[in-house]
């Protein structure tokens, strides 16, 4: 077994990881993909707690339904139930992969999920299940990446591991339009301030510099980045707190 650097972690998954090749809907054979991994995670590390937020971008977003003229609060709440969409379907997955998991959502629905409540998901944590927080911080305005920051501080997280498609960290310029981008191996998190990077919104990231929270952005479509990531091996951009 390697060594272990983040012992708790939350992973931080966008509705995009769980779509197929479209960029939309849930796909399940990308659901199945992604799971095996985190499975795959739990044999080799069992001491390894893993929560995860899951996005929903890939269902709905709240600002292009306010946009094209829906009210944004109601517009934000569908795009909350969508992540509980992803959320069950990710736990549906881990479950016939035998990997016990609960879903806790923010917004109450006692019937599909239990609700989110700070030391029950500790408690799972503790227990080796895997957590997985859905319907956002429960308030509109937010983001699931907000929600990732809010979550990992309150379960003590060792990290935010921050699963990216097909982008395997942070760069200079975007990689996609600029084919001499550099990719940063490490930043704080004034310097993405100071740079204007593009790492997470910026209630996000007030909220992970305030906890000081390491983040590790990495390609989630490369098999084996979580466990390297655990590890502490250098993939991606890693996002030093002074922890
Ligand atoms: N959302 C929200 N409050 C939250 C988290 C999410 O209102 O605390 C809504 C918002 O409308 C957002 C949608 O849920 O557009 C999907 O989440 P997000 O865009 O963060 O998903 P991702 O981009 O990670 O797939």
Redo the contacts with the bound molecule.
């Keep these: 077994m390697g060594r272990i650097k983040f012992k708790r972690i939350l992973l931080?998954?966008?509705?995009?990881a769980l779509a197929g090749k479209a960029g939309t809907g849930i796909d399940l054979p990308t659901v199945r993909r992604v799971a095996g991994e985190l499975a795959d995670v739990k044999k080799e590390f069992p001491d390894v707690q893993i929560a995860i937020v899951?996005?929903?971008?890939?269902l709905?977003?709240?600002?292009?339904a306010a946009a094209a003229g829906m009210e944004r609060a109601q517009?934000?709440?569908?795009?909350?139930l969508?992540?509980v969409m992803n959320a069950l379907s990710l736990a549906d997955a881990l479950r016939q992969l035998d990997v016990d998991t609960r879903v806790l959502t923010?917004i109450e629905m006692r019937q599909i999920a239990e609700p989110y409540i700070r030391g029950r998901a500790i408690r799972h944590l503790e227990k080796g299940r895997i957590v997985i927080f859905g319907?956002?911080?429960?308030?509109?305005?937010?983001?699931?990446?907000?929600?990732a920051a809010l979550r990992a501080a309150e379960i003590n997280a060792d990290a935010i591991f921050m699963g990216k498609n097909g982008v395997d960290g942070v760069y200079d310029s975007d990689p996609r339009k600029n084919s001499s981008a550099v990719k940063y191996n490490t930043l704080t998190y004034d310097d993405i301030l100071k740079k204007s990077l593009k790492v997470m919104d910026s209630t996000a990231g007030a909220m992970a510099k305030d906890t000081d929270m390491p983040l590790v952005v990495f390609n989630l479509n490369e098999a084996g980045n979580i466990k390297k990531a655990i590890e502490g091996q250098q993939i991606g951009t890693l996002i030093k707190g002074s922890k």
Excluded at 54 to 58: M, S, T, W
Excluded at 60 to 64: A, C, D, L, V
Excluded at 142 to 147: H, N, P, V, Y
């Design positions: 931080k998954l966008s509705g995009e899951n996005g929903g971008g890939n709905w977003r709240g600002e292009t517009a934000d709440y569908i795009g909350m969508g992540t923010a319907a956002g911080t429960g308030s509109p305005y937010f983001s699931t990446d907000t929600t």
